[in-house]
């Protein structure tokens, strides 16, 4: 009867409403629990592991990591430098270039390229060692490239990210005396540039 129609045609949008609900419940819920993922980054001691540090050797065991995001979406394409080795948190480290790198994966739609280099330098008699993480993804618009590192500010669709990954990142470049840079352009890609002093940087 047109009447159990009415009443199925209700309980159907109901079931819709409801599946609705509970698919936002848990994209909030994944999304608080990336959230406190990332502050507790900041609540760890950071002298527990500090060490002597082989940077290209960080790289290559962090693309390691990531290599099941990686592998399907995009090349990868290397340029080491022979370099010392760096007094650091491998930990805290590896964690910032492995956002660098997921950034860069998550910026490629096709025909991938993400290219990892590193340099020595000196700069006003200080020795450096620059690590570059490119990409040819999609870029970054030029009103937000100010913004990036401000904490909850995101460029990602809504429940992709927390806002809090290149906060993180520019926090452990700078605990090492560094810092970072990012040049990008709309549909040809982005370069985030990280520069880390060879001073014995170990907190007292």
């Known amino acids: 009867s047109s009447t159990s129609r009415g009443l199925g045609d209700v309980y159907k949008r109901q079931q819709d409403e409801t599946a609705s609900l509970l698919e936002d419940c848990l994209l909030g819920a994944s999304r608080i629990r990336s959230i406190v993922t990332d502050l507790m980054s900041f ?4 002298d527990l592991d500090w060490e002597l540090i082989d940077v290209n050797e960080l790289l290559q065991k962090t693309v390691k990591l990531a290599f099941n995001e990686i592998k399907f979406q995009t090349d990868i394409r290397w340029d080491l430098a022979d370099l ?7 930990g805290r480290l590896g964690q910032a270039f492995l956002n660098l790198l997921m950034n860069a994966v998550h910026s490629i739609e096709h025909d991938g390229l993400i290219v990892l280099r590193t340099r020595m330098i000196e700069e006003k008699g200080e020795k450096i060692v620059v ?6 993804g999609h870029g970054i618009p030029e009103k937000d490239l100010a913004l990036i590192f401000e904490p909850f500010y995101t460029t990602k669709k809504k429940g992709k990210g927390t806002g809090l990954g290149l906060h993180m990142v520019e926090h452990v470049v700078q605990d090492h ?3 970072i840079e990012v040049k990008s352009t709309l549909d040809k890609g982005t370069r985030f540039r990280v520069k880390l002093p060879y001073k014995d940087i170990k907190r007292i």
């Not at 010392?84 to 491998?90: E, P, Q, W």
């Not at 690590?131 to 040819?136: E, Q, R």
């Open 84 to 90: 010392d080795v760096i007094y650091a948190s491998g």
């Open 43 to 46: 609540t760890h001691a950071k």
């Open 177 to 179: 005396s560094g810092n």
């Open 131 to 136: 690590i570059d993480i490119s990409d040819n």
